[in-house]
Structures are given as C-alpha cells and as structure tokens.
C-alpha cells in the first residue's frame, strides 16, 4: 500500500498557494483608491455650489466673406452654474443709431467652460462701433 504523503512527494497532489504580497498590495491600492473616491464624490456632494453664471464674451477681428463680414466670438462663464440657451447679442451701431443686430444661442455652458461661434453681419464692422453681449440664459 502506498502512502497518500507519497503522492504529495512526487508534486503530482494538488498543490495549495496562498495570496502573493503583490495580490495583497494590489488590493490594499485598490480599496484605498475606492474609499477617496466614495469620500470624495460624498464632499462634493454637501457642497454648495449655487451661484450664476458668469459670462466673460471677447471677440476676434472681422473677416471678409464675399459680401458677408465673421466676426467671431468666444464665451466663458467663469461662474458657478450653468447657462442654457445662452443668447449672445452682437449690435453694430453709427453713434446711438444700430445699423445691425445679431443673435447666437449657446445651448449649453457649464461653469468653468467655453465656446466659439461668430456673427455674420452684412455691414463691415471696422466702419462702426461694435457691442457684443449676453442677453438671456436659463437654469438648468
């Protein structure tokens, strides 16, 4: 009769191994990444972050095209909430008389962000004094 601690001494039994310290490392890393980020999101959470928007506008010299004249633009809301449908106004004006009057909607500008767009007048904005601003935007 054969011994059952014999088969083991030829490496043919099943052999146990316990959890490598790079396993153990790997998921202490792991459980540590997840309690900051759970911590995290709940901080976030409990912040107040209510304000408004706050809509800085500047504007890039005018290009001719063909009869047409881009003026382009770039909103940023360095404020603390969204702006939906931002309307930006741009208005070309010979003294106190508006020669011309556009409009560009922004559908969506969250806080701490940007976006481009631009206005194409019929009037070369070069001859006139040229006013852009925001006039009009919903809360989220």
């Known amino acids: 009769m054969t011994d059952p601690k014999d088969d083991d001494a030829d490496g043919e039994g099943p052999v146990e191994q316990g959890t490598s310290v790079v396993e153990w490392v790997a998921a202490a890393v792991g459980a540590v990444l997840f309690v900051a980020m759970i911590g995290y999101l709940v901080q976030l959470g409990f912040q107040d972050i209510e304000g408004v928007p706050q809509i800085e506008l500047s504007a890039q010299p005018a290009i001719r095209q063909g009869s047409s004249h ?27 008389e508006e020669i011309e009057h556009k409009e560009a909607t922004i559908d969506y500008l969250p806080m701490q962000s940007s976006r481009s767009g631009g206005f194409i007048f019929a009037h070369d904005p070069a001859d006139y004094r040229l ?10």
């Open 70 to 96: 881009l003026v382009g633009f770039k909103a940023t809301n360095v404020g603390k909430a969204t702006a939906l449908n931002l309307v930006v106004a741009a208005r070309l004006y010979d003294g106190e």
């Open 131 to 140: 006013r852009i601003a925001a006039s009009s935007y919903l809360d989220p």
